[in-house]
């Protein structure tokens, strides 16, 4: 390997956060490198149809908005790198990044590394990654072509993945642990207007099945309701249950607060000085694409400013407790997130709903 490349700013992520971030940190003059990952786009770009973003009055698809950003962003000058990171060392400045091919060292770094999705936890499930389970139907689709595919999840992702893959594989059953879907109301409809999907609810997966070869050859299913379990032949299994934020290589050296990176009240400062953060890694409670892109114009201000000023107030180890939240009032209870969390009819351990809403519809 080279030696380092040394820049001032690097972004670490693509989709709507880390390119804007690049936008503007490109349109200020600070020419950063935005290292995109393989899987460039981020969770946007498997979206079938974004049709709430300002701007964009008539719709389009989330790799379409992704790659209009992208493409704005490379414009101002950002330099967009396909390469996914394996390492950082935040320990002392500069920081120091490894890609598979190259090695960065950086003044200041916004983290916008988004979230990965959420596995459903069952034994061999990850032997069979690649081999049968699959969790993106835009880049796994056509190895099914003309087979039988079954989707797990009841949000906005499921039921766009299922679309998705209605256009090549022979029949797609989609499997969803309540009676009710938590999808928007029009792809909801969209979904169940295709005669090839097929919807079983309310059914969870139990159990995987595989052939000799290794490959998953079917599912074992159980009804909620009755108890009565059956096994469905299937060549392929997407998983679209959600997302956890992508926070992994940074645990050891930032502040984390129920799996998201912590940053100001204020700004998208960390608790380490010099490091951003911005869209769904640091966002546990809007996770769609326009705040993403909000925060990524922050980040991208924020670390300007670093940059220039050396001013930093940084993110509290433990998260803060507004003064708001310290009033008492007849009509308005304002929690800190993990008692929002606990006091949220909307949480469920299993499944949480906020992630597929905005994977797949921001």
């Not at 490109?26 to 786009?41: N, Q, V, Y």
């Not at 992994?248 to 930032?254: E, I, K, Q, R």
């Not at 010099?274 to 409670?285: I, K, Q």
């Not at 990524?296 to 001013?311: H, P």
């Amino acid at each position: 390997m080279s030696a380092p490349e040394i820049v001032p700013l690097l972004i670490v992520g693509g989709g709507p956060a880390g390119y804007t971030a690049a936008l503007y940190a490109g349109r200020a003059g600070l020419t950063p490198i935005c290292i995109e990952g393989f899987d460039s786009g981020g969770q946007l770009s498997r979206s079938f149809l974004v049709e709430n973003f300002p701007g964009v009055p008539d719709g389009t698809s989330g790799a379409d908005l992704s790659n209009r950003i992208r493409e704005q962003a490379i414009g101002f000058g950002a330099r967009v790198v396909m390469d996914d990171v394996v390492g950082v060392d935040l320990s002392r400045r500069p920081f120091r990044v490894v890609t598979t091919s190259h090695s960065y060292l950086a003044d200041a770094i916004v983290v916008a590394t988004g979230s990965v999705p959420r596995p459903l936890g069952l034994p061999r499930e990850e032997e069979l990654i690649g081999r049968g389970i699959a969790y993106c139907a835009l880049c796994d689709g056509a190895f099914f072509a003309g087979q039988e595919v079954i989707v797990v999840g009841g949000g906005n992702a499921a039921l766009g993945e299922s679309i998705q893959m209605a256009r090549v594989a022979s029949r797609v059953t989609l499997v969803h642990r309540r009676s009710e879907f938590r999808a928007d109301d029009v792809v909801e409809v969209a979904a169940r207007a295709i005669a090839g999907i097929e919807i079983l609810t309310p059914h969870v997966v139990e159990e995987l099945l595989a052939d000799d070869d290794g490959n998953l050859c079917g599912v074992r299913l159980r009804n909620l309701s009755t108890g009565e379990r059956c096994v469905r032949e299937t060549a392929g299994l997407f998983v679209a249950i959600g997302h956890e934020p992508a926070t992994g290589l940074f645990a050891p050296y930032l502040a984390i607060s129920r799996g998201h990176i912590v940053t100001s009240l204020t700004s998208t400062e960390t608790s380490l000085e010099g490091v951003f953060a911005a869209g769904d890694v640091a966002d546990s409670r809007y996770r769609q694409a326009v705040t993403a892109a909000a925060s990524g114009c922050q980040a991208a201000i924020d670390a300007e400013r670093w940059l220039v000023t050396g001013d930093w107030v940084g993110a509290s180890v433990e998260p803060a407790v507004p003064v708001a939240a310290r009033r008492r009032g007849p009509s308005v209870s304002l929690l800190i997130p993990e008692q929002a969390a606990e006091h949220s009819p909307m949480t469920d351990p299993v499944h949480d709903p906020a992630h597929d809403r905005t994977s797949s519809h921001p």
